[in-house]
């Protein structure tokens, strides 16, 4: 024993670890799937995308591409390729003749890419 161990003689025994015994399956989200996205995003340059396989969704402010990803396999029974993340902060603007300042509200949009064949039905 060490000079300056605190191990006592007791804790000296080595551990074996359980066999047979399975770790706890985890689970994939703890969230409700359907709540992450809020929406499809119908502009112009989404249904422009919508042609080369590419989706616009608006979602929650606190989504991650994990979640976009697994709430579209849910949802659309369709698997992403790659999802991208744009989050536009919210602003203050000037606005009008007499140049008052607006509130505009900040949003979080996903670009869902999918394969060749894969396709999402939004109306």
Avoid: C, H, Q, W
Wanted: glycine share 6%; no cysteine; aromatic share 6%.
């Amino acid at each position: 024993m060490a000079l300056f161990s605190r191990k006592k003689e007791a804790d000296s025994e080595v551990k074996t670890p359980v066999v047979g015994k399975a770790a706890p399956k985890a689970l994939s989200t703890d969230r409700d799937l359907t709540s992450v996205i809020t929406g499809p995003r119908i502009t112009e340059k989404a249904v422009g995308l919508g042609d080369m396989n590419v989706y616009t969704f608006n979602i929650r402010r606190d989504a991650t591409k994990f979640l976009v990803r697994d709430a579209v396999k849910a949802l659309y029974g369709v698997t992403p390729v790659k999802v991208n993340i744009v989050n536009k902060k919210p602003a203050t603007r000037l606005s009008g003749s007499r140049n008052r300042m607006v509130k505009v509200a900040g949003e979080k949009k996903a670009y869902v890419y999918l394969k060749k064949g894969d396709t999402i039905n939004l109306v």
